[in-house]
């Protein structure tokens, strides 16, 4: 079965830095759509990243220029390096797995959670103090 296991997350006070890792079992990296997602109480979630099988990124606005995503196809293993954090990225943070097309892998193109999530993680809270 698939199974992917964020870590990472924790709390950190505002302007410090936080690096959340995404292993993935049963599910070849390198082949799929990968996002992050966060989601506040009582917020619908939302995208944050995503990465697609040739590396290309996209960023949702509140995150661009502060948050890198990246994988390891290697170790099979995706990562949200986020700097600069604010309070307002206080949240859970899930790892996901998509069907989305590489051409359609991107948050400015419409990927959003559910849709093509076919697989994703318990995750990671960050708890970002002012």
């Known amino acids: 079965q698939v199974q992917l296991v964020e870590s990472g997350g924790g709390s950190v006070e505002a302007g410090g830095s936080l690096r959340l890792s995404c292993v993935g079992t049963?599910?070849?990296?390198?082949?799929?759509?990968l996002a992050w997602f966060r989601q506040l109480p009582g917020k619908e979630r939302e995208g944050v990243a995503a990465?697609?099988?040739?590396?290309?990124?996209s960023y949702s606005d509140s995150a661009r220029g502060r948050f890198t995503i990246s994988k390891d196809n290697a170790k099979n293993t995706l990562y949200l390096e986020m700097d600069n954090l604010k309070p307002a990225d206080t949240a859970m943070y899930y790892c996901?797995?998509?069907?989305?097309?590489?051409?359609?892998?991107?948050?400015?193109?419409?990927?959003?959670?559910?849709?093509?999530?076919?697989?994703w993680g318990k995750g990671t809270q960050v708890t970002i103090s002012s």
């Open positions: 996901a797995s998509t069907q989305i097309s590489k051409r359609l892998c991107n948050l400015q193109q419409g990927l959003k959670w559910p849709h093509g999530v076919d697989n």
């Open positions: 049963g599910v070849t990296f390198s082949r799929r759509c």
């Open positions: 990465i697609g099988h040739d590396g290309g990124t």
